[in-house]
Structure formats: C-alpha cells, structure tokens
C-alpha cells in the first residue's frame, strides 16, 4: 500500500463503559514512520495514510477507555 490515499476503517462492537460512561480510542504505530496520517477521526472511526515511499512493518495499537481508564 505503498504511497496509498487516506483510508478510514470503522471499528464495530464498542459500547458505552460500565454505567454508560463514553469511551475515548486511541492508536499508536511502533513504526510511526510509516505513516503521513495515523488518527481517531470519531470514536468509531480510525483514518490513516502510508507515507511517501515507506516500507516495513507496524504493530498498529488501537485502545478502548471509559471515563475510568478501564
């Protein structure tokens, strides 16, 4: 996906945390690198666009929390 455009990937099955509280996501890349855009867009919703002429390999991390931290 070499020099590729910005993709977006909805993730499914999260919900609220216990007692309805709202829940945050996040992503980090062990090779950040490798990417121009690499972000939530929504707390459904991650976008990320390869950088200009990387190659490799990333372990992408994505994180649900509620208000908790759990």
Do not use: H
């Not at 455009?5 to 993730?11: F, G, N, P, R």
């Not at 945390?17 to 490798?34: A, C, E, H, R, W």
């Not at 929504?42 to 759990?70: E, F, H, K, M, P």
């Amino acid at each position: 996906m070499e020099d590729d455009v910005e993709q977006t990937i909805l993730l499914t099955g999260i919900t609220d945390g216990d007692g309805g509280q709202p829940t945050s996501i996040s992503v980090v890349s062990d090779n950040p690198s490798l990417f121009s855009t690499l972000k939530t867009a929504t707390d459904t919703t991650l976008v990320y666009q390869t950088a200009s002429d990387a190659n490799g390999r990333a372990v992408i991390t994505v994180s649900v929390t509620d208000a908790d931290g759990t």
